[in-house]
């Protein structure tokens, strides 16, 4: 079955220091891998997929996440936070079985201290 | 522009009621879901809806129902069985009818208090 493990359920970064999210998945096949944030009371916006081909992906707000099949592995990385990088981070995998829906992990809260 | 629209923001049960959160998308997209987010726990599925008049349950569907008369519109009917329901709903939706492997687009949730 699919799983997907955030370990860090807070962390906290100066800003200006550079930020790693870890996430670790279970799936059989080449999975199919999102991030995404959610500010206080609001929904979840999208901030980078990885589908196939390179590892390394680029995403919106200068966020970027790379995928290690042999460590099962998605981390998402910045490489200076900014205060509004505060927030929830949760990184999804699909990919399975069809009609099914993405599985999300229980998510990363980011603080930002100046 | 497309987007998700859930409404009310926020909204409020009484003991024994049953309440129906409004999910509509203007982005043509086949599949949609609900989710329940508590504090803690990240997102649970309740239900989700790969096309019209057809859905499944998810992880945690007791306690709700859910209809798919038409494309853009998924509401979901909290009913009194659910003993638990103080919780923040999101809904959201993505492009194709069958597998897992599409970005899902969010609407921007109700938070769901019982008074």
């Known amino acids: 079955a699919q799983s997907v493990t955030q370990p860090d359920i807070h962390i906290t970064v100066s800003e200006g220091a550079s930020l790693e999210l870890r996430c670790n998945y279970s799936y059989g096949a080449t999975p199919y891998l999102f991030w995404y944030v959610q500010s206080p009371g609001q929904g979840l916006q999208l901030l980078l997929k990885?589908?196939?081909?390179?590892?390394l992906v680029q995403g919106i707000k200068g966020f970027e996440a790379e995928f290690k099949r042999s460590q099962s592995s998605f981390n998402l990385r910045k490489p200076s936070v900014h205060w509004s990088d505060a927030a929830e981070y949760f990184c999804a995998v699909g990919g399975g079985q069809a009609g099914t829906a993405l599985i999300f992990g229980k998510g990363t809260t980011l603080s930002v201290s100046s | 522009d497309g987007g998700i629209t859930q409404s009310p923001k926020y909204l409020f049960r009484k003991e024994g009621q049953n309440v129906t959160l409004s999910c509509e998308q203007n982005?043509?997209?086949?599949?949609m879901y609900w989710y329940r987010q508590d504090p803690g726990q990240g997102l649970r599925l309740i239900y989700y809806s790969q096309i019209v008049n057809d859905f499944q349950k998810g992880d945690i569907a007791e306690g709700y129902s859910v209809s798919r008369e038409k494309k853009e519109s998924f509401p979901l009917t909290v009913t009194s069985a659910q003993k638990n329901p103080t919780a923040f709903y999101l809904c959201?939706?993505?492009?194709?009818?069958?597998?897992?492997?599409?970005?899902?687009?969010f609407g921007d949730g109700t938070r769901l208090s019982i008074l």
């Open positions: 959201a939706s993505s492009i194709g009818g069958y597998g897992n492997n599409q970005p899902q687009h």
């Open positions: 982005l043509n997209h086949d599949a």
């Open positions: 990885y589908f196939s081909g390179d590892t």
